[in-house]
């Protein structure tokens, strides 16, 4: 009887994850073909180079965000704090499932926090980068 009850939220708990996928799975696809044109040796996104995109201080941008980790903290897992002392949510899939899953906010963000902290738009490369390593976490 238990297995009964558990198998709806099993099927519940799977279709959500996979209509969470989609919408990502489109996105990287998108910056894969974008990264395919920008260099046809392209052979795929890094979550490592994800990562070190992720944890990197860089000089290019604004001084008080010399790295994502300034406002989104070393952890993916963990919420981070805007300037202005509001909360971010995760920057994990696992922990905030719909985060991704939106190709204008997902546009939007990458827009702004690029300039921010780099100084210059991301390549198509470092975004697919990054959201493979966002979404491993």
């Known amino acids: 009887m238990r297995t009964l009850l558990i198998l709806p939220a099993a099927i519940v708990l799977l279709a959500t994850a996979s209509a969470e996928a989609a919408p990502r799975r489109a996105l990287l696809d998108d910056f894969a073909t ?18 070190t995109l992720f944890r990197t201080r860089f000089t290019g941008g604004k001084p008080e965000t010399p790295a994502c980790t300034a406002c989104h903290t070393a952890s993916p897992l ?13 920057m994990a899939a696992s922990v905030t499932p719909d985060r991704y899953t939106d190709p204008k906010k997902v546009a939007k963000w990458f827009r702004r926090n690029c300039k921010s902290v ?17 979404i491993s976490q």
Request: neutral net charge.
């Open 118 to 134: 780099l100084g210059r738009e991301c390549t198509a490369l470092e975004k697919g980068d990054f959201l493979t390593f966002m």
């Open 34 to 51: 974008q990264a395919k044109a920008a260099d046809p040796g392209f052979t795929g996104f890094s979550a490592s180079r994800g990562e």
């Open 78 to 90: 963990k919420t981070g704090e805007t300037r202005a002392g509001k909360p971010i949510e995760p």
